[in-house]
């Protein structure tokens, strides 16, 4: 547990550190001028030589009147990283004296989650970049503790713009997980039987992908990788034993490379007040064998109740063939803390 929260921390802790070393701004350039930049606006005293630049430059001049005070900088100058960070807790606990005559055992319950995103934006380029980090651990009475959540998802995102709708992109994704998992039975005499099936980077996923985004609106876009290489990472060589599937990777090895196609259409929007919906939808068919796809869909309704309380539902369907022929789900509802930074310094 302890290894567990120290790359929990780590990776917290890279976070934070790289978002504020990418967000802090840049310094004004011609202090004498006192001229701020925001989208197709220039703003500056009045009788401004700069005016002739500014036209060639197809810009729109709003001269300001000798005598009225000049707005201030940090008011007009828009951001150039907008970011945010969500992070918070979910506690479950249930208790019951020896002679409850309703039955039940005593539970205790507790996840940790972490979003940020980081994004920098001019008229020809986009650059955005996301992180998920979830764990949750629930513990039974009499029974040793268990997961109930264990997620590490980060997605990097180069745009270039070609037109108001469409971007050809370069992205950079790894998933994987902070813990062990375990396959759960029972012997002949009743006892837990645990056998462990994953661990950190076994498996891990690192994906790179070429191609064209279509993005209609601020909330949804898609992505379609015609050039899309994944590496699956199964570090733990003997893993093999347990899961004979070994995630796709030949025994004895330890990466396994595709060449694929991937589509991946991604939906962020408030729905109602203090409700959003998010969706994450993923399709990957490997060139050399197309019938094999892999698919998930990502589905979560978060809903504030207060400033600092929110009720958040998640979803997952998967179907790998490399992990099982059949199709795999997981369900969460959780009510808990949520603590929010948007735009902060």
């Known amino acids: 547990m302890s290894g567990l929260l120290i790359r929990f921390s780590f990776i917290v802790g890279l976070i934070f550190s790289a978002t504020m070393l990418l967000a802090q701004r840049e310094p004004l350039q011609d202090d004498s001028l006192r001229n701020i930049f925001m989208p197709d606006i220039l703003l500056?005293?009045?009788?401004?030589?700069?005016?002739?630049?500014?036209?060639?430059?197809?810009?729109?001049?709003?001269?300001?009147?000798?005598?009225?005070?000049?707005?201030?900088?940090?008011?007009?100058?828009?951001?150039?990283?907008?970011?945010?960070?969500?992070?918070?807790?979910?506690?479950n606990q249930a208790n019951f004296s020896e002679n409850w005559k309703g039955g039940g055992k005593n539970t205790l319950a507790l996840g940790l989650f972490l979003n940020s995103k980081l994004a920098h934006e001019t008229p020809r380029t986009s650059f955005t970049n996301e992180v998920q980090l979830i764990y949750g651990i629930v513990k039974n009475e009499k029974l040793r503790s268990k997961k109930s959540a264990d997620r590490i998802f980060i997605d990097t995102k180069l745009g270039y713009r070609i037109t108001s709708q469409w971007n050809i992109f370069f992205s950079l994704n790894y998933v994987s997980q902070f813990d062990r998992g375990f396959r759960f039975s029972e012997d002949t005499s009743g006892n837990e039987i645990r056998t462990i099936i994953s661990r950190f980077m076994s498996p891990g996923y690192l994906t790179t992908s070429f191609g064209?985004?279509?993005?209609?609106?601020?909330y949804f876009w898609i992505r379609f990788g015609t050039g899309t290489i994944r590496q699956t990472f199964v570090l733990d060589t003997g893993l093999y034993r347990n899961e004979s599937q070994n995630y796709g990777v030949p025994v004895g090895k330890k990466i396994r490379h595709e060449v694929a196609f991937q589509v991946v259409a991604n939906l962020d929007k408030e729905i109602a007040k203090n409700m959003t919906l998010k969706g994450r939808f993923m399709i990957f068919a490997n060139y050399q064998n197309v019938k094999a796809i892999d698919s998930r869909v990502d589905v979560s309704l978060i809903a504030k109740?207060?400033?600092?309380?929110?009720?958040?539902?998640?979803?997952?369907?998967?179907?790998?063939?490399?992990?099982?022929?059949?199709?795999?789900?997981?369900?969460?509802?959780?009510?808990?803390?949520?603590?929010?930074?948007?735009q902060f310094e």
């Open 44 to 91: 500056g005293p009045s009788g401004d030589s700069s005016i002739v630049d500014t036209l060639i430059d197809s810009r729109i001049i709003v001269t300001i009147p000798q005598g009225l005070p000049f707005p201030p900088i940090d008011t007009l100058k828009k951001p150039r990283w907008p970011k945010s960070l969500q992070t918070g807790a979910n506690v």
């Open 305 to 342: 109740v207060t400033k600092y309380i929110d009720v958040n539902l998640t979803g997952a369907l998967l179907y790998d063939e490399d992990m099982d022929y059949k199709i795999q789900y997981s369900q969460a509802l959780s009510l808990g803390i949520l603590y929010s930074f948007t």
């Open 212 to 218: 064209i985004e279509f993005k209609p609106v601020e």
